[in-house]
């Protein structure tokens, strides 16, 4: 699934800290179905050159294959809109408690190993938990993992 806004007014994202904010705007207004990874490409300047990739259904552990598939794809997609000189930022988004828990972590090594074995620049990975009930601009918890 993919996840589509305007782009053309969104500052660049040229930190993990400009990251943070960008997954809380995103996820703030887009919300999360249980759990779901989201994947951002950025080019060298910090501009967003695709769609944001979106994975529902994300089990608790992370499976090895189907990480280093997904960093193969995202491989290509660095590849044809940033000439491969840009970055990623990864999001793994939930509603559940916003503590960061061991799945959590084990994601993070598992996405942080599968982008360097494949020379993908990860800008940074977080986690963002997406309260329900809540105002639009108070609905995401943010807390960086990488």
């Given at each position: 699934?993919?996840?589509?806004?305007?782009l053309?007014?969104?500052?660049?994202?040229?930190?993990p800290?400009?990251?943070?904010?960008?997954w809380?705007l995103?996820?703030?207004?887009?919300?999360?179905?249980?759990?779901e990874?989201w994947?951002?490409?950025?080019?060298?300047?910090?501009v967003?050159?695709?769609?944001?990739?979106?994975?529902?259904?994300?089990?608790?552990?992370?499976d090895?294959?189907?990480?280093?598939?997904?960093?193969?794809?995202?491989?290509?997609?660095?590849?044809?809109e940033?000439?491969?000189?840009?970055?990623?930022s990864?999001a793994?988004?939930?509603t559940?408690?916003?503590?960061?828990?061991?799945?959590?972590?084990?994601w993070?090594?598992?996405?942080?190993g599968a982008?360097?074995?494949?020379?993908?620049r990860?800008l940074?990975?977080?986690?963002?938990?997406?309260?329900?009930g809540t105002?639009?601009?108070?609905?995401?918890?943010?807390?960086?993992?990488l």
């Amino acid at each position: 699934m993919t996840f589509e806004m305007p782009l053309a007014h969104l500052a660049p994202v040229t930190s993990p800290a400009c990251a943070a904010d960008r997954w809380c705007l995103l996820l703030g207004l887009a919300g999360v179905q249980e759990r779901e990874l989201w994947v951002q490409v950025f080019d060298a300047d910090g501009v967003q050159r695709a769609p944001v990739v979106v994975v529902d259904d994300l089990p608790v552990d992370p499976d090895r294959t189907f990480v280093e598939n997904l960093l193969d794809c995202v491989g290509e997609v660095l590849a044809r809109e940033t000439s491969g000189i840009g970055s990623i930022s990864v999001a793994l988004a939930r509603t559940e408690a916003a503590d960061v828990a061991a799945g959590d972590l084990a994601w993070a090594a598992e996405v942080a190993g599968a982008a360097r074995r494949r020379g993908v620049r990860l800008l940074a990975m977080h986690l963002v938990v997406v309260h329900d009930g809540t105002a639009p601009g108070e609905r995401a918890t943010v807390e960086r993992l990488l």
